[in-house]
């Protein structure tokens, strides 16, 4: 099964991309993620990819298609895989069709997690991160159970920097202006599947099983 994650920054693709993956089995490839681990190895690719992820602006499409074809290259892929932040825009998409064509394969869904932008700021100044393992709380809707620590790992938790309110603002316009137009994109293509991103998120999982059980 492939399965492409769409919705704003902070919609929750990440929470329920992992809640996927590990029900299927199947692999969480999540570009930020990628870029993130990037930064913090200080790699060429982590130097260029943070001038523009601390803007809020997309990373150069070129820095990003080659990166995700190379991991699909990965064993662990081989039963399909679960996109979070990649396709992000037009061209972005058509080089993974072309890619995916290519080999005779296609994407099975794209489940779009709707949020409006009013509980976006919201969502992401309460976000949380783990600088060890990388799993994300929130403050109020799925909080640690010791503040500041991980669940999984023990180590502390983070406010992404880009996740400050002024960042967001212009991820979020951002977003509508580059890759919102993939929802109109893949719905030709008939693979669009809306889910309400405003309930609770163990409510939005059970929402995108019902999807892929049809
Ligand atoms: P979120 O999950 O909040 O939407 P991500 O972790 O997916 O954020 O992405 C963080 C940042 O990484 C983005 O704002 C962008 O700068 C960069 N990025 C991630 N994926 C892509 C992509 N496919 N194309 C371009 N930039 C990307
Ligand atoms: P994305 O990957 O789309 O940027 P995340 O999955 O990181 O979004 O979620 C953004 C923030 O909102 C996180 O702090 C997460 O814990 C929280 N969150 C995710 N889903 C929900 C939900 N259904 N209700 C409330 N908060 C949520
Ligand atoms: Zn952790």
Redesign the pocket.
Known sequence: MKIIMLGA??AG??TQAKMLAEKFNIPHI????I?RANIKEGTELGKK?KE??DK????PDEL?VDLVMDRFKADDCKDGYIL??????IP?AEALDKALAAVGEKMDYAINVDVPDENIVNRMSGRRACVGCGATYHIKYNPTKVEGICDKCGKELILRD?DKPETVLN?LKVYHDQTQPLIDYYGKAGIVRDVDGTVDMNDVFNAILDILSK
């Open positions: 920054p902070g693709k990440g999540s570009t930020g993620d870029f990819a523009y992820m809020g602006l997309l990373v990003v979070d932040g990649f396709p992000r825009t972005q880009d991820r």
